[in-house]
């Protein structure tokens, strides 16, 4: 039985980085006599200028009938004085909420032949692996708002952050059941000593912990998390936290790992689920093919892991990537000077992966 995989490139370096992915896909089909089939998607600015939606009926209907969904980037210059409901983010926004995406998982691990990329000293950084557990469907991402208003006579705008008990519990077991399979440890981040959202979070987190005796929970405050992060990124092995605050820790935990060009996610719906890089459209380098392709072939092991349960083949690609590195092929992200390194582009960068997929 074959297997169908939406491909949505996006914008920017979307198309590039995609293009890669599915090649490593393609091989390891092969291989692993998997049966992938593929069919692409407009979503984001280029599917605005072409459709005028950023995000197509069609787009959502082939993403729901898929057996996983990978994702590019999207979003522009051009495209930011669009209305709001016409942005390109409106299209990875609108997949989240008509697939029911509520996890996102964004893995940081921290490889000793990269720590040296890390802004952070290597001593503090070699060894961290995080799981950072977003939730994705929720809060003041989807909350009522108002672009404008007047009251007493001065503009303003708001947005609202709303959780309710069965959202953050559903969140938490997912944090809980992927600590068990790691090192039995969640820390929950929130702001309780401010906001009341927090204080229900923090609530309902403690009270699903009972349900799993086997796992140490912790609490931190978002502005002290982000102060760990930095100095002792050891202390954490999953992170569950809400939709602002994930995004928020998600990019500053991802410079932990040296370059954000080589972070994948994979975010998990009840049925079908999508995975992107987390780096987004990169516009400045659009088209050149220098991309680092690595963040989006490790979303498609993540996509072989948990949306086809083909853990060798997601495996594969995994050492592959790692195994491209320790040759020393490294994208300009990544590339240094009169290092020894081997200077790679995209293309290059991906032919080093396949063949080590052999
Ligand atoms: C991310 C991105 C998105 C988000 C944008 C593109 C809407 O930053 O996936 O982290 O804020 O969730
Ligand atoms: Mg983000």
Request: hydrophobic share 40%.
């Amino acid at each position: 039985m074959g297997k169908k995989i939406v491909v949505i490139p996006g914008d920017g370096i979307g198309r590039e980085i995609t293009d890669a992915a599915r090649k490593v896909l393609e091989k390891i089909s092969r291989k692993y006599a998997l049966g992938l089939t593929f069919e692409e998607k407009a979503a984001g600015g280029t599917a605005y200028d072409a459709y005028g939606t950023p995000l197509p009926d069609e787009t959502i209907e082939a993403a729901k009938n898929a057996d996983g969904v990978l994702f590019g980037a999207v979003g522009g210059d051009q495209w930011n004085d669009l209305p709001p409901e016409k942005r390109p983010e409106r299209a990875i926004l609108g997949l989240r909420k008509s697939l029911g995406l509520y996890a996102n998982l964004r893995p940081v691990k921290v490889p000793a032949m990269l720590a040296g990329y890390s802004p952070l000293k290597p001593a503090i950084i070699t060894g961290a692996d995080i799981l950072i557990v977003r939730e994705l469907i929720g809060g003041i991402y989807f909350g009522d708002r108002c672009e404008s208003e007047i009251k007493n006579g001065a503009e303003r705008a708001w947005d609202l952050e709303n959780y309710s008990v069965p959202e953050v519990t559903r969140i938490a077991r997912f944090a809980m059941k992927a600590a068990g399979l790691r090192k039995g440890h969640v820390t929950s981040v929130d702001k309780a000593n401010v906001l009341a959202t927090s204080r229900l979070w923090r609530r309902t987190v403690t009270d699903v912990a009972k349900e799993y005796p086997d796992i140490r929970l912790s609490h931190l405050y978002v502005d002290n998390c982000a102060m760990q992060l930095a100095c002792a990124p050891k202390q954490f092995d999953v992170i569950v936290t809400s939709n602002l605050f994930g995004d928020i820790l998600s990019d500053e935990a991802a410079v932990l790992g040296g370059s954000i060009g080589m972070m994948p996610s994979a975010s998990i719906g009840e049925n079908t689920s999508l995975y992107e890089p987390i780096h987004g459209s990169a516009p400045d380098i659009a088209g050149k093919g220098i991309a680092n392709p690595c963040a989006t072939i490790l979303s498609a092991a993540m996509l072989l892991r948990y949306s086809l349960n083909e853990e060798k083949a997601a495996r594969a690609i995994e050492q592959a990537v790692d195994a491209a590195l320790q040759e020393g092929w490294r994208t300009p992200d990544l590339y240094q000077e009169d290092s020894g390194l081997k200077k790679a582009n995209t293309q290059t960068m991906t032919d080093a992966i396949l063949a080590q997929i052999g």
